[in-house]
């Protein structure tokens, strides 16, 4: 049962975005949709969840802003 979908992750993320929070911010975001909604995200979303997390792992995970809304307006299509 699928309770968290790629569409609605796009769009608290593209909020996420557009509020200016730093990489590390998205990626405390992330890691706490994982936890509250790990068993229930759509299906290939963990991926893109597991990539913004591991933005706070060091510089050369970070995505730019053009790469976090590229990825997030993917999401929302």
């Known amino acids: 049962m699928v309770s968290y979908t790629k ?3 796009g769009e608290e993320l593209n ?5 200016e929070c730093s990489n590390q911010e998205i990626s405390k975001w992330a ?6 909604h790990g068993l229930a995200l759509e299906s290939g979303l963990d991926d893109v969840v597991m990539k913004l997390i591991a933005m706070d792992g060091g510089p050369e995970f970070a995505l730019s802003k ?8 993917g999401l929302v299509v």
Request: glycine share 0%.
């Open 7 to 9: 569409k609605q992750f």
């Open 15 to 19: 909020m996420q975005i557009l509020s």
């Open 31 to 36: 890691f706490n949709i994982y936890l509250e």
């Open 66 to 73: 053009d790469e976090l809304m590229s990825l997030a307006d």
